[in-house]
T-cell receptor, first 113, second 113 residues
Framework: GQQLNQSPQSMFIQEGEDVSMNCTSS?????WLWYKQDPGEGPVLLIA?????ELTSNGRLTAQFGITRKDSFLNISASIPSDVGIYFC?????????????FGTGTRLKVLA | EAGVAQSPRYKIIEKRQSVAFWCNPISGHATLYWYQQILGQGPKLLIQFQNNGVVDDSQLPKDRFSAERLKGVDSTLKIQPAKLEDSAVYLCASSSRVVEKLFFGSGTQLSVL
């Protein structure tokens, strides 16, 4: 089945550092969504991307829709302790005329103050 | 605007028992999803509704899982009988249309003992 590979799986960074993570697949996606999930909560939408090459920002977060449509990237600038959590990408695929979102395995971010 | 509501937040049952989860999507959202999230993994789609019709249930273990959305608004997901491997967080999400952004509820954490 279709899979999304996220990397890195986890990372420890110092407060103030920039963070980069990505999501890759062998399949082509029509839309990319990036979510953050805190413990005991549902994922919260951060950024949505709709076109290949699109670059979108939300505060300190910037995400890009890869030109090949098979990958996406999320950057966090000047990280702060509340950035701790699990970040998921989700790609919209079409299978037999049906659209659905496939989620990645997540990147666990820990910020050291 | 009220978000996606789910209940209960937590449920502990013994294997072979039955359990049901309830979801109320964002008002006006035609598409409703149930995802299963096993610890350490990304959400996996179980079933997708468009209004009160099933769009995709290819990943739903139909021998024990069932879901309905009778009036095109609220939805229930049932497991009967539960197995140990059903321990997970069950997330409900909704979107205004199939290709639009997903918004998640807080989830129901199920523990099967």
């Amino acid at each position: 089945g279709q899979q999304l590979n996220q990397s890195p799986q986890s990372m420890f960074i110092q407060e103030g550092e920039d963070v980069s993570m990505n999501c890759t697949s062998s399949s082509i996606f029509n839309t990319w969504l990036w979510y953050k999930q805190d413990p005991g909560e549902g994922p919260v939408l951060l950024i949505a991307l709709y076109k290949a090459g699109e670059l979108t920002s939300n505060g300190r977060l910037t995400a890009q829709f890869g030109i090949t449509r098979k990958d996406s990237f999320l950057n966090i600038s000047a990280s702060i302790p509340s950035d701790v959590g699990i970040y998921f990408c989700a790609g919209l695929v079409t299978t037999s005329g049906t659209y659905k979102y496939i989620f990645g395995t997540g990147t666990r971010l820990k910020v050291l103050a | 605007e009220a978000g996606v509501a789910q209940s209960p937040r937590y449920k502990i049952i013994e294997k072979r028992q039955s359990v049901a989860f309830w979801c109320n999507p964002i008002s006006g959202h035609a598409t409703l999803y149930w995802y299963q999230q096993i610890l350490g993994q990304g959400p996996k789609l179980l079933i997708q509704f468009q209004n009160n019709g099933v769009v995709d249930d290819s990943q739903l273990p139909k021998d024990r899982f069932s879901a309905e959305r009778l009036k095109g608004v609220d939805s229930t997901l049932k497991i009967q009988p539960a197995k140990l491997e059903d321990s997970a967080v069950y997330l409900c999400a909704s979107s205004s249309r199939v290709v639009e952004k997903l918004f998640f509820g807080s989830g129901t954490q199920l523990s099967v003992l």
